[in-house]
């Protein structure tokens, strides 16, 4: 596998990381055998460190430092939510067109951390399929912007307001999900992150980095109509 590098310099690196990648090894995914981190470092031939963390199952930009220096730098920006962080999804309903998220999410130890996502609709799609007790299904596409960081943050955001992001398990809809794979076989979770935007730590210099949605992202967005 050769990853889709989207910006790189002396001190950092981004990819494109594909749906469905560990971004390093992790003892709840022992089914695993290909990682981001390792595939990057042989395919640039260097030593790299991821300095935030995407789910396995989010696509989109994911940023390295190729120092021990860029690497505490620009930990300590996302740490401070100084990294502006963008993300598109497909969610279940009609979401408004704008809306912010202030609900606490707990830890695994128990501890309840401030949570906050902004987002703001892009597209509202109703296709004639039948579903529950319903006559149609009514879809979102939704650009989202979490001004903190915590695990599956906007996975269960959006899970809390009643508007699932498609193909996630376990905070999505599971009868949405079977849909899904069923009639178009598809079971990636429509969550990519679109776009981070910080200044780099070495040359102070405001840095913006895009990903390209995937084909399957695009393909799901075309047969339902967006």
Known sequence: MLLEILYQDAHLVAINKPHNLLVHQSSIARDATEFALQILRDQIGQW????????????????????????????????????????????RGFTPDEQAIDYPLRKENGTLQAAFTRFKTLARTEIDLAFGKNLSSRYSFVEAKPTTGRMH??????????????????????????????????????????????????????????????????????????
Not at 57 to 80: I, P, R, W, Y
Not at 162 to 180: S, Y
Not at 186 to 195: C, G, S, V, Y
């Open 48 to 91: 790299v460190s991821p300095v935030h963390r995407l789910d396995r199952k989010t696509a989109g930009v994911l940023l390295f430092a190729l120092d021990k220096e860029t690497e505490k730098l620009m930990n300590q920006q996302f740490a401070s939510s100084l990294v502006s962080k963008k993300y598109l999804a497909i969610v």
């Open 153 to 226: 943050q906007l996975r269960k955001h959006f899970a809390h307001i009643h508007h699932p992001i498609i193909g996630d398990r376990p905070h999505g809809c599971n009868k949405q999900n079977k849909l899904f794979k069923t009639k178009w076989e598809m079971d990636t979770m429509m969550l990519h992150a679109a776009e981070v935007v910080f200044k780099h730590p070495i040359t102070h210099q405001n840095v913006g980095i895009k990903a390209p949605l995937s084909d399957e992202f695009k393909r799901v967005l075309g047969f339902l109509g967006f």
